[in-house]
């Protein structure tokens, strides 16, 4: 029998439908067995299998407020590792409707700001020059409001470093787009301040490789170098678990010869 449900799920997994239920001694999970599972997964990069449970819980109990976040969290980073715009976009716009759910329960929580400002931001990039540009905007109030509800969060902090860095490097088209359509580009957006909100990033998460090759990247438009060094040999010194992070740590390496080089 055991071998039987386990055949139903891997050919769940395998055709990328949640399966009906997942099985336990005696019946079917409830809701609280599903999210330790779940979150055992995602503590274990096993991200695909993680959302399946997310969502199964989402069936059971559509304003289960964790899993709602942690579901559009999921959606992001996956719909991010594909090329195909297609299903990049599918994840992004499913990632938006949990963030959405999320925050209209909770709309103070840090989280549920959080992952406003995350799905948006993704799915504008998929977008065309107004609507990114119209997302772009949209991301710094929920950010703001996340750091509001909660000052130390690494993922806000990150997420508002990438906006200014992203305001503050617009192209002309893109300036001359934003000053159409909403009045100019955000005065108070500079790579000083990019660097400063990831350092905090950084404070609040220091094993995120992500953070670190981010930072360093605003060193380098900068001219920082010796941030930039620094920056990069700590991000070398971390264990990788991923092939995200080891992808990342390649990438780190590369700008670190380069810089060592001139």
Known sequence: MKRFLTAILLSCLLCGEAPAAVWVEGGSASSTEL??????????YRDSEALLLFEQVITQSPDNYEALCKASYLHCRIGDRFSDETRKSDHF?????????AYELQPTDAEANYAMA????????????????E???????FVDA??????????????????YFKMANLNFAEKAAAKIFFGGVCGEATNQKAAEAIEQAVVFEPNNIKYYFDLASVYKEMNETNACINTLQKALALTFETKEELELSRRCKIMLKELQST
């Open 35 to 44: 999210m330790q599972r779940a979150q055992e997964l995602l503590s274990n």
């Open 135 to 141: 997302g772009i905007n949209q991301v710094k109030s």
């Open 146 to 163: 996340a750091l509001l509800d909660n000052s130390q969060h690494a993922g806000a902090w990150y997420i508002l470093g990438r906006w």
């Open 93 to 101: 716009l499913q990632a938006k409707k949990y963030a959405f759910k």
């Open 118 to 133: 995350l799905a948006i931001g993704c799915s504008a990039m998929t977008e065309g020059a107004r609507q990114r540009l």
